[in-house]
């Protein structure tokens, strides 16, 4: 720990310090292993195809919060100068930086918002030149389940709180619980107040398709809860079914980055959030004017239609889509005027040709048909003369006329009584 904080210490200062990614001795029990970098591009990434949009907005300037296990900081996709800052460690004490991660939770939902495209690789993420917050409140990996709840409420407030107060417009909280915390429910109001987009899973503990379970903080006002839906575009059979799933993102097979370089495949709604997250990025960056509650608005209103129908407890307002959302009315200058008509001088000699024409053309039709009528005429007497010389100029026979039919009469009367 002592070392952690020289370093820190060192870094803050300006002095040259290692990468400040790695955990600190000691604060990873069990760290997780690194992963093998996978080529391949996702799903996720060719469903929603964010090179459409980065024309119009990349995130630049944007500032998202993962309140979370922390983001590998050294990660190849993530260590551009500038892209993941220090942000702090509120599970450990002395002070140490959130940007170290022990179980790729924190770094697989950076890596979905804001991964840089890299050559050979598929996966990147939807807001590449947005910047990350790491905000460290847990050693575990969340799994949407509850459990990320026994995590002190006091810290995952603390976080929150923080996340608000260093100018994150978007906090993205890739966990979810069925209690609800007045600490965590305060902590989330102020965030809401302070602008921020806050941006939360639904949670993974749907058993059936009855809706029921609580979840929070998804359910708290201001917030977007988003739920999971896989490759076919069907709700993830354990993302939640409630009022507070306000739009749905891929999240069943999707891949993530994972720490200490590589890739992973993961499920949960945890990972829905942060495509939605990176989304609200995009739309801060090119829509800069619009509150935090016109972004949400905006999300609805331009999501594609799922299979829930509109304003689903299961799909919300259905699959967040990056392009409309930032693209739908971007111009907003109005049409210019049409200038005034002004007609002009009107070319009397030409109109004269023109009348001319239409006169000759007239003309000609008249004698064209007068012509061909005298070829009918002649032709029909030449073929007369012809046929009466050949007869010397007597009548030709008319066929008899048929013989009358004898009358059929019929019988006498028959008075079957005498007269």
């Given at each position: 720990?002592?070392a952690?904080?020289?370093?820190?210490?060192?870094?803050?200062?300006?002095?040259?310090?290692?990468?400040?990614?790695?955990?600190?001795?000691?604060?990873?029990?069990?760290?997780?292993?690194?992963?093998?970098?996978?080529?391949?591009?996702?799903?996720?990434?060719?469903?929603?195809?964010?090179?459409?949009?980065w024309?119009?907005?990349?995130?630049?300037?944007?500032?998202?919060?993962v309140?979370?296990?922390g983001?590998?900081?050294?990660?190849?996709?993530?260590?551009?100068?500038?892209?993941?800052?220090?942000?702090?460690?509120?599970?450990?004490?002395?002070?140490?930086?959130?940007?170290?991660?022990?179980?790729?939770?924190?770094?697989?939902?950076?890596?979905?918002?804001?991964?840089?495209?890299?050559?050979?690789?598929?996966?990147?993420?939807?807001?590449?030149?947005?910047?990350?917050?790491?905000?460290?409140?847990?050693?575990?990996?969340?799994?949407?389940?509850g459990?990320?709840l026994?995590?002190?409420?006091?810290?995952?407030?603390?976080?929150?709180?923080?996340?608000?107060?260093?100018?994150?417009?978007?906090?993205?909280?890739?966990?979810?619980?069925?209690?609800?915390?007045?600490?965590?429910?305060?902590?989330?109001?102020?965030?809401?107040?302070?602008?921020?987009?806050?941006v939360?899973?639904?949670?993974?503990?749907?058993?059936?398709?009855?809706?029921?379970?609580?979840?929070?903080?998804?359910?708290?006002?201001?917030?977007?809860?988003?739920?999971?839906?896989?490759?076919?575009?069907?709700?993830?059979?354990?993302s939640?079914?409630?009022?507070?799933?306000?739009?749905?993102?891929?999240?069943?097979?999707?891949?993530?980055?994972?720490?200490?370089?590589g890739?992973?495949?993961?499920?949960?709604?945890?990972?829905a959030?942060?495509?939605?997250?990176?989304?609200?990025?995009?739309?801060?960056s090119?829509?800069?004017?619009?509150?935090?509650?016109?972004?949400?608005?905006?999300?609805?209103?331009?999501?594609?239609?799922?299979?829930?129908?509109?304003?689903?407890?299961?799909?919300?307002?259905?699959?967040?889509?990056?392009?409309?959302?930032?693209?739908?009315?971007?111009?907003?200058?109005?049409?210019?005027?049409?200038p005034?008509?002004?007609?002009?001088?009107?070319?009397?000699?030409?109109?004269?040709?023109?009348?001319?024409l239409?006169?000759?053309?007239?003309?000609?039709?008249?004698?064209?048909?007068a012509?061909?009528?005298?070829?009918?005429?002649?032709?029909?007497g030449?073929?007369?003369?012809?046929?009466?010389?050949?007869?010397?100029?007597?009548?030709?026979?008319?066929?008899?006329?048929?013989?009358?039919?004898?009358?059929?009469?019929?019988?006498?009367?028959?008075?079957?009584?005498?007269k």
């Amino acid at each position: 720990m002592l070392a952690a904080a020289t370093a820190l210490v060192a870094l803050q200062c300006g002095a040259v310090a290692p990468a400040y990614a790695a955990p600190p001795a000691g604060a990873c029990r069990d760290p997780e292993p690194a992963h093998a970098e996978v080529q391949a591009e996702p799903w996720a990434q060719r469903l929603l195809s964010p090179e459409r949009v980065w024309p119009y907005s990349r995130g630049a300037g944007v500032l998202v919060a993962v309140v979370d296990s922390g983001v590998d900081a050294d990660h190849p996709q993530l260590s551009r100068a500038g892209k993941v800052q220090q942000g702090r460690d509120f599970y450990l004490p002395g002070g140490l930086p959130g940007s170290f991660d022990c179980v790729s939770h924190g770094t697989g939902v950076a890596g979905v918002i804001a991964a840089d495209p890299v050559p050979g690789v598929g996966f990147h993420g939807i807001a590449p030149d947005a910047e990350i917050l790491p905000v460290r409140i847990t050693d575990r990996d969340l799994s949407d389940q509850g459990d990320s709840l026994r995590i002190d409420p006091q810290v995952v407030a603390n976080g929150i709180r923080y996340a608000a107060d260093q100018g994150a417009k978007v906090i993205n909280l890739s966990l979810a619980g069925l209690s609800d915390f007045p600490v965590i429910r305060n902590a989330v109001a102020y965030a809401v107040w302070k602008d921020a987009v806050v941006v939360a899973a639904a949670g993974n503990s749907q058993r059936d398709a009855n809706p029921g379970l609580p979840s929070y903080p998804a359910g708290y006002p201001g917030v977007l809860g988003v739920g999971a839906v896989d490759i076919d575009g069907a709700r993830m059979t354990a993302s939640q079914i409630g009022p507070y799933v306000g739009i749905t993102a891929p999240g069943a097979k999707v891949l993530a980055t994972t720490r200490a370089g590589g890739h992973a495949y993961v499920d949960g709604t945890s990972f829905a959030a942060p495509f939605v997250s990176a989304t609200a990025a995009l739309v801060r960056s090119a829509w800069p004017k619009l509150s935090a509650a016109q972004v949400i608005q905006r999300l609805k209103a331009t999501a594609s239609p799922a299979r829930g129908g509109k304003a689903s407890e299961a799909y919300g307002a259905g699959l967040a889509d990056p392009y409309r959302a930032v693209t739908d009315g971007l111009d907003t200058a109005k049409p210019a005027a049409l200038p005034a008509y002004t007609p002009g001088p009107v070319d009397q000699a030409a109109l004269d040709r023109a009348e001319r024409l239409q006169e000759t053309g007239t003309v000609a039709k008249w004698l064209t048909a007068a012509a061909i009528a005298a070829i009918v005429v002649a032709a029909l007497g030449v073929t007369v003369a012809l046929r009466g010389r050949r007869r010397r100029w007597r009548p030709g026979r008319v066929a008899p006329l048929p013989a009358e039919p004898a009358a059929v009469e019929p019988p006498e009367q028959i008075f079957l009584l005498p007269k």
